[in-house]
């Protein structure tokens, strides 16, 4: 009976967190959307910040005010500048073959997973094609040996390569910072933002 105590008591104490997790919250001004898609804003905001999140007990909350929304987050607090990459990003991805008449490759749409992560020191964003999207980007560049692509961001240039054969279901993009990588990746992996949306970060 006594062993049986003590492996209960050492089993609590291994899943529950050994103090009390830190707590903290920003409000968030939404503009530019009807009410009836704040629902959804404020989710994919919820899970653009779980990508992100450190440590297996902290979490991500968000509740709605009205046009605001409340994001606490326990056990962990994002940086200024996270806070402001996941908040102002739309998340609009399209990567063209340059020329007089450029050529669509894929769109946000067409990725299934992201990644930020480094390879001989290089910051890479690694994208996941859907099945469809894969085929169709084999067919569209098994004879673009040479040619350069461009990645859109947010209807800017972000960065440029060249095809050294057909590409297909994975592609990796090199990105300035791992820091930069694993927020697209986040924002990638969570939902694009309606085109006219204008968040901005209040004071309680």
Do not use: C
């Amino acid at each position: 009976m006594k062993k049986y105590f003590q492996v209960i008591f050492i089993f609590l104490s291994i899943s529950l967190p050994s103090k009390v997790l830190s707590e903290s919250e920003i409000i968030l001004s939404i503009k530019g959307v009807e009410q009836a898609i704040l629902v959804e804003v404020a989710d994919i905001i919820k899970r653009r910040f779980m990508n992100i999140k450190t440590g297996f007990f902290s979490s991500v909350e968000t509740t709605l005010h009205g046009y605001k929304v409340s994001v606490k987050f326990r056990g962990w607090s994002p940086t200024k500048e996270q806070i402001q990459y996941l908040i102002a990003t739309q998340g609009s991805l399209e990567v063209f073959v340059s020329g007089n008449k450029p050529q669509r490759l894929i769109t946000e749409q067409d990725v299934k997973s992201a990644e930020g992560f480094m390879r001989n020191e290089v910051a890479l964003l690694g994208l996941e094609l859907s099945q469809v999207a894969a085929q169709t980007m084999a067919e569209k560049t098994k004879n673009l040996a040479g040619a350069e692509v461009e990645f859109h961001w947010d209807g800017e240039v972000h960065s440029q390569l060249r095809i050294d054969g057909p590409m297909s279901k994975f592609v990796s993009l090199t990105i300035a910072s791992i820091q930069e990588a694993q927020l697209m990746a986040a924002v990638l992996n969570n939902g694009k933002l309606p085109t006219d949306i204008r968040i901005k970060r209040v004071k309680k």
